[in-house]
């Protein structure tokens, strides 16, 4: 079956221009999750939605950084006034969620985003 | 501060030996430890997971071993090959029965030669 997709795969950006990257999730989870993979370092967790409830916004590095799900299934990352700082592969995962413990994480393919 | 520490950062093994990586963590909440690999340009992709109830979980040739009294586990890739060369990443998490977050440690940068 289809995997969770993310688009684009790559963003090339000015410094101070707002983006948008959407993930798509595998049908049927009702968990999703957004990471960000600088170079060399380790997935950092940034927000994750679990069906209804309000979403875990801890993770998120400034208020520059939002997120919204609709309708349960496609999220939008948005980053406004983007930095330089901000280049990374931003990663998005789903899961089942619920109290099933399935907890495994699908990964997308992440969109590699460049800030100019 | 970093919940999970993973080590080594790169590693060579040769064809045929066995990879080990470790980590450690310091959330004694945690009760999930999944290992991911990636390869370069794709999203990582769940290779084992172990809870801590067991001490030591193999799926073919890979295996977790688990040291909950030192907060510890590793990966051990037996008979490695060069298809393993990859990036493998520890995690950990807190499952209260609901979706939760992924703490992940660097990363380690397998490759294996021939």
């Known amino acids: 079956g289809a995997g969770v997709s993310q688009s684009p795969s790559n963003k090339v950006t000015e410094k101070g221009k707002d983006v948008e990257l959407r993930c798509d999730p595998i049908?049927?989870?009702?968990?999703l999750y957004w990471y960000r993979q600088s170079l060399g370092q380790g997935l950092e967790f940034l927000i994750y939605?679990?069906?209804?409830?309000?979403?875990?916004k801890s993770g998120l590095p400034s208020d520059r950084f939002s997120a919204e799900r609709t309708g349960g299934s496609v999220s939008t990352l948005t980053i406004q006034r983007t930095q330089q700082e901000d280049s990374a592969v931003y990663l998005c995962a789903s899961s089942f969620g619920g109290s099933s413990r399935r907890e495994t994480q699908y990964f997308g393919p992440g969109t590699r985003l460049l800030v100019l | 501060q970093q919940q999970v520490k993973q080590s080594p950062q790169s590693l060579i093994v040769q064809k045929g030996g066995i990879s080990i990586i470790n980590c450690a963590y310091e959330n004694t909440a945690f009760d999930y430890f999944p290992w991911y690999q990636q390869f370069p340009g794709k999203g990582p992709a769940l290779l084992i997971a172990i809870r801590p109830d067991v001490s030591e979980k193999k799926e073919g040739r890979f295996t977790i071993s688990f040291n909950k009294s030192a907060k510890q586990f590793s990966l051990h890739i037996m008979d490695s090959q060069p298809g393993d060369s990859a990036t493998y990443f520890c995690a950990a998490s807190i499952t209260p029965g609901t979706a939760s977050k992924l703490t992940f440690g660097t990363g380690t940068r397998l490759q294996v030669t021939l």
């Open positions: 939605f679990q069906g209804n409830s309000a979403p875990d």
């Open positions: 049908s049927g989870h009702t968990a």
